[in-house]
T-cell receptor
Framework: EAGVAQSPRYKIIEKRQSVAFWCNPI?????LYWYQQILGQGPKLLIQ????????DSQLPKDRFSAERLKGVDSTLKIQPAKLEDSAVYLC?????????????FGEGSWLTVV | SQQGEEDPQALSIQEGENATMNCSYK?????LQWYRQNSGRGLVHLIL?????REKHSGRLRVTLDTSKKSSSLLITASRAADTASYFC?????????????FGRGTSLIVHP
């Protein structure tokens, strides 16, 4: 079974530039998460989708971050304009349904450095 | 704010020794999960324990859950150098009918060969 795919793996941009990360979840997984993980910390939820609807985006800095999940499959996370403090790993994860017992599968992450 | 908090923040042991990590949380949960993260990689699910379970085993892993103390522990027996990684607990909470996993800061485990 293919895992959660993310790209690009690494990205270096200057502050005020924009960047987009792509995620392809495991086939058939209805729930998709984007997490931000700053070095030395645990992952922080940015946004959760159930199919193509947003379930929770309360911690998404909406003035600069946006995310979409068209057709309930792939998802894109965009940052525009980027700030130095956005340097982090952006993790995408997916889960089969909305039942709490399902395992969450993570991608390898997209590493962002803002200079 | 993060729900689960692991301790210790860092743990250094010799190969063959046991490693114990603890996780404390603040509000009621549906379940608690432990994940491992190798340097530069994504998180890998290790084990899930439900709120009505007290102990669970998976290979060299043993997880306990004490809901009265709002705490969980992860024991890795007979550790190996390959166990070197960060370990996170994630507590599951329901929000608006959906499931929101919230992670702690993690325990960094180093196993010396």
């Amino acid at each position: 079974e293919a895992g959660v795919a993310q790209s690009p793996r690494y990205k270096i941009i200057e502050k005020r530039q924009s960047v987009a990360f792509w995620c392809n979840p495991i086939s058939g997984h209805a729930t998709l998460y984007w997490y931000q993980q700053i070095l030395g910390q645990g992952p922080k939820l940015l946004i959760q989708f159930q199919n193509n609807g947003v379930v929770d985006d309360s911690q998404l800095p909406k003035d600069r971050f946006s995310a979409e999940r068209l057709k309930g499959v792939d998802s894109t996370l965009k940052i525009q304009p980027a700030k130095l403090e956005d340097s982090a790993v952006y993790l995408c994860a997916s889960r089969q349904g909305h039942i709490s017992g399902n395992t969450i599968y993570f991608g390898e992450g997209s590493w962002l450095t803002v200079v | 704010s993060q729900q689960g908090e692991e301790d210790p923040q860092a743990l250094s042991i010799q190969e063959g020794e046991n490693a114990t990590m603890n996780c404390s949380y603040k509000t009621s949960i549906n379940n608690l999960q432990w994940y491992r993260q190798n340097s530069g990689r994504g998180l890998v699910h290790l084990i899930l324990i439900r709120s009505n379970e007290r102990e669970k085993h998976s290979g060299r892993l043993r997880v306990t859950l004490d809901t009265s103390k709002k705490s969980s522990s992860l024991l890795i027996t007979a550790s190996r150098a390959a166990d070197t990684a960060s370990y996170f607990c994630a507590t599951g909470q329901k929000s608006g009918g959906s499931y929101i996993p919230t992670f702690g800061r993690g325990t960094s485990l180093i196993v010396h060969p």
